[in-house]
């Protein structure tokens, strides 16, 4: 699947799309792939929204998680887990942040930027893959592998 995004406000509404996606396949995880400033956190602050987390949806790129309680049940999805990959060089560091754990419990979506480490050793049934590229000055291309 590709979806062309010419604004935020478009990106954030295709993560309806994608969660719905989630939900039918009974994924709980999304790694997003992409260049620093191709959608990315835009995508998951539209993932925040659909599922009524009324706290600002910030890149995690310093803290390299940050966690928001999920108020709308609609989705099965109690909390949504943001990590970001980018600095860390091991598999350890990410398994010291707690990830594995969260990616057991269904009701926990959790999405990684820079999932690079991690990405073939998370089951395809349990995964959806995005790759974010810049298709223009303001458009942005999304692909789902």
Partial sequence: MEF???SSKETKKFS???LERLVKNKNNVLLLVGELGSG???FVQGLGLTL???ERILSPTFVLNRSYSAPIKKYGFTR???FDFYRLKSIKEIEELGFFELIKNPEVLVVAEWPELIS???FNNQ???MFFEYGGEKERII???
Avoid: D, F, S
Wanted: proline residues 0%; hydrophobic residues 40%.
């Fill in 143 to 145: 692909r789902i592998i």
């Fill in 120 to 122: 073939n050793i998370i």
């Fill in 4 to 6: 062309k995004a010419n």
């Fill in 40 to 42: 990315k956190t835009t």
């Fill in 16 to 18: 309806k799309i994608v």
């Fill in 127 to 129: 995964k959806i893959n």
């Fill in 80 to 82: 949504l887990e943001h």
């Fill in 52 to 54: 009524g987390i009324k």
